[in-house]
């Protein structure tokens, strides 16, 4: 009975922040059963891949944050992201968090990809652009983000997938699809 969806028998708002919110859910599956489901409610986000070179060229260069992320407690080797804004499109939150927190504006951004980030317990959608033709600029990070940018290799990037250096899912997730058309 896998082609047919639990049906939703209520909900109810556990938690509301400036980030997310939490649903609990009571559902009702085709054998029968009920279960009570909890849900991360999120707004959605973008991510870019930044190149400062063509990418389409040997081996180019790209952007990368070494950004600390409390809910590891570790710095983590991130492409720039953040969340959308009220009636922000995706490609203009992407733009905007790349020149928030490298500086660097982009001439194109083109989509790649989106994806779900955890869909066992969240609704959360990222959509991934890569970014070309940038011009140089200032930074305007947050007061809570504490990040430096890093230029790497293609190549390197990849290389530090494999070796655990990138371990955050939708950086992994973006080069690793961005490969599929590059010669890198």
Known sequence: MADKPPKKLASSRAFTGNLISVDVDTVR???????????VRHGGASAILAFLDDPKSADPRILLLRQY????????????????????SPRDCAAREL???TGWT?????PLASIYTT???TDEVIHIFTASDL?????????????????V????????????????????????????????
């Open 29 to 39: 599956y085709a054998d029968g059963h009920e279960k009570a489901v909890e849900l």
């Open 69 to 88: 992320r409390y809910a590891v407690k570790d710095y983590l080797l991130e492409i720039p992201a953040g969340g959308l804004e009220k009636d922000e």
């Open 99 to 101: 020149k928030e927190e």
């Open 106 to 110: 982009a001439g194109r951004v083109e």
């Open 119 to 121: 869909p066992g317990f």
């Open 135 to 151: 011009s140089p600029g200032e930074a305007e990070l947050e007061k809570d983000e504490l990040l430096e940018v890093e230029t």
């Open 153 to 184: 290799r293609f190549s390197e990037a990849l290389r530090r997938i494999a070796s655990g250096g990138i371990a955050d899912s939708k950086t992994a997730f973006a080069l690793l699809f961005a490969s599929r058309f590059l010669k890198a």
